[in-house]
Every structure is written in C-alpha cells, then in structure tokens.
T-cell receptor, first 113, second 115 residues
C-alpha cells in the first residue's frame, strides 16, 4: 500500500537557522513526488515536482531533493514568511489513469524573527 | 486571477441535511479532483474526473457522497444526510494532462461544519 510519512510533525526555527524537512515514501512505482505549501485557511500551493532519484529543484530559499526512499525539503536562512505547513505527496505509476495524490500529514514550520 | 475557485468558502449545516459544494477549475484543465482534509489527517482523495471518461469514485467514503461534472468544467460535490464526521475542508484541484506526474493546482477549499 502506498504510504507517505513526514517528519518532524512540527518545527520551530529562528530566522536564519537552516534546516530540513523529511518525507519518506513507499509506492509500487514512483510517477512523481510533489511538495506543497499550505497557509492557514488556504488550499495547498504547488512548490516542486521531482521524478527520479538524484533530482534536485530550487526556489528561493527552498531546495527539494529525492532518493529512492525519501525526499528532503531544505530551507536555507528561513524568514518568518516561510512559516506554513509543508505537504509532501506522491503519485503511483501503477495507480492507473487517476494520478491521484497520496499525501503525508505535513510539517508545521514556524520561523521566529 | 485564473486559479481554481470554490464556493461557498464556509458551510455550516445541521446533521441530516444535504449540502452541495462547487468547484470551478482552471480554464483548459481537463482533470478535476476532490480531496478531503480532516483535522490532523492528510488530504484524502475522493473522486477524479477526466474529460468524458467515467469518473474514478474509488475514494468516496460512502454512498451519501456523489459528484458530477457538467460540460467538462464545473463540478459539484453533494453530501446527503450529513453526519458530524463529514466535517472537514473539501478541496478541489485541477490539472492539465501530460506525461509522467502532473501538477495539481488547488482551490481555497470549502470548510464544512456539521452540527
């Protein structure tokens, strides 16, 4: 059964204190791994898609990396505006034509000034 | 903007009542998804529409839940005889079809509270 586990559940950082969020996954065949950001009361906002082990993508202070078992979201020198819940999701290649996303429960990040 | 829109943003109803939630996908997106986000849980897939194909209803939790998509665009999720456990945020997403994994873009959600 496809499964996504995110850790830690919550993370508190000081402004400028770099860290990483973890997403461990189990799928029959990985079609894609997705990172989203979700602010309170809003829908998830797309950040990155990763397709194969070794792939990396960057956007401002965020960098996502992928191995065959997990993905990391690295946050470099975070700012208070980076505070949000970060969601990881996978698509299973053998999930048929649906392409549904299987989500983890997220990491709640708080960056204090 | 040209994002996914949902209405209403909030819905409070009494147990046993029916509710309808609406989703307007991004123009030109052929795939539409409904998910449910309950407190402390990850997003849960409900139903998927793609063009004129039969929808994938495998995620619907009970026969009280149904959805339709008219004209390949707007979708309505209906919950009949609502129960307190139906309280959640209902999110709609759309995507364009392509090779490999394709990004899904989410609306702001409808927060449903069943009293």
């Amino acid at each position: 059964e496809d499964q996504v586990t995110q850790s830690p559940e919550a993370l508190r950082l000081q402004e400028g204190e770099s860290s990483s969020l973890n997403c461990s996954y189990t799928v029959s065949g990985l079609r894609g791994l997705f990172w989203y950001r979700q602010d309170p009361g809003k829908g998830p906002e797309f950040l990155f898609t990763l397709y194969s082990a070794g792939e990396e993508k960057e956007k401002e202070r965020l960098k996502a990396t992928l191995t065959k078992k997990e993905s990391f979201l690295h946050i470099t020198a975070p700012k208070p505006e980076d505070s949000a819940t970060y969601l990881c999701a996978v698509q299973d290649f053998y999930g048929g034509a649906t392409n549904k996303l299987i989500f983890g429960t997220g990491t709640l990040l708080a960056v204090q000034p | 903007g040209a994002g996914v829109s949902q209405s209403p943003s909030n819905k409070v109803t009494e147990k046993g009542k029916d509710v309808e939630l609406r989703c307007d996908p991004i123009s030109g997106h052929t795939a539409l998804y409904w998910y449910r986000q309950s407190l402390g849980q990850g997003l849960e897939f409900l139903i998927y529409f793609q063009g004129n194909s039969a929808p994938d209803k495998s995620g619907l939790p009970s026969d009280r839940f149904s959805a339709e998509r008219t004209g390949g665009s707007v979708s309505t999720l209906t919950i009949q005889r609502t129960q307190q456990e139906d309280s959640a945020v209902y999110l709609c997403a759309s995507s364009s079809m392509g090779q490999g994994g394709n990004e899904q873009f989410f609306g702001p959600g409808t927060r449903l509270t069943v009293l």
